[in-house]
């Protein structure tokens, strides 16, 4: 995994027991001259998700041709946001996976929308914290509550949880990294930023970036909260260019293991 590099952050800024034992069984056999036949159970081994890392993931290994697509759906409770529907609808066109980064307070203001996503089985969605703040302004409460919340209202309205989140505007410490890991959430970051955040750069530009930056394992970063100015008109392009050069688009999840 390569290191965190802190890119256009103020665009960024401005936008569970083990398995119980089996008994033994102890049979008592009569005296008289019995066979036994032995016989064997499976035994079913349960997927134990691991204790994901105290540290920042900025793509998956450089092996295999998967990238992401991520996409952030966030606010400030004070300067709400939108929903960019025909982002969605490309996605859905294009039948190609994508992972949402949800704010906990843009699902409060768009509980329609957040239903929308979740049925997709394409589509994953991560947690963004809940109101968007400066987290390494935070102490370990505040930063708890702010996962546990956006965490509650994904379920509550998606049957949802998340098990990747995006740091708003890409800024932490070490304790926003250990209670991350604490919660069981992957701290995920990007290695291909496309600047849709600034309406100065256009489809072209965004496509560009996509171009000299992307290679295997890369996570790329957009926003589909009406803020992504021109995201909507780059993706078609982004999406068949990935393709014919060989990329298989996947969720955050998928490209990191965790799930198929």
């Known amino acids: 995994m390569k290191k965190y590099l802190p890119l256009l952050l103020l ?19 009569p005296t008289l001259t019995a066979t036994v036949t032995p016989t064997s159970t499976p035994t079913a081994v349960p997927w134990v998700m691991p204790t994901p890392p105290a540290e920042v993931i900025t793509s998956g290994d450089w092996i295999e041709p998967y990238v992401a697509l991520t996409f952030d759906l966030c606010q400030d409770p004070q300067y709400p946001a939108g929903y ?7 996605l859905k066109r294009y039948d ?12 409060r203001t768009h509980p329609d929308e957040t239903l929308l996503l979740a049925q997709n089985p394409k589509f994953e969605l991560g947690n963004h914290s809940w109101s968007h703040p400066d987290l390494p302004d935070l102490n370990e409460a505040q ?34 990294l250990s209670v991350l890991a604490w919660h069981g959430l992957y701290t995920i970051q990007w290695d291909v930023e496309t ?14 970036a996509v171009r000299e930056r992307v290679q295997n394992g890369s996570i790329i970063i957009m926003h589909a ?33 965790l799930e198929p």
Request: proline share 7%.
């Open 11 to 29: 665009l960024l800024i401005s936008s569970c027991a083990p398995v119980p034992k089996t008994p033994t069984l102890i049979l008592s056999l």
């Open 84 to 90: 960019d529907a025909a982002i969605v609808e490309i």
């Open 96 to 107: 190609v996976p994508a992972t949402f980064f949800m704010g906990g307070d843009w699902m």
């Open 143 to 176: 930063l708890s509550a702010e996962i546990v919340k956006t965490q509650d209202l994904l379920y509550k309205l998606t049957g949802r949880t998340a098990k990747v989140f995006r740091l708003p505007s890409g800024l932490y410490n070490d304790l926003t």
């Open 195 to 208: 600047g849709d955040p600034d309406p100065t750069i256009d489809a072209e530009r965004m496509n560009r």
């Open 225 to 257: 909260n009406g803020r992504g100015w021109h995201t909507a008109e780059a993706l078609p392009g982004m999406i068949e260019y990935l393709q014919g050069q060989g990329y298989t688009l996947v969720t955050v999840s998928q490209l990191l293991g």
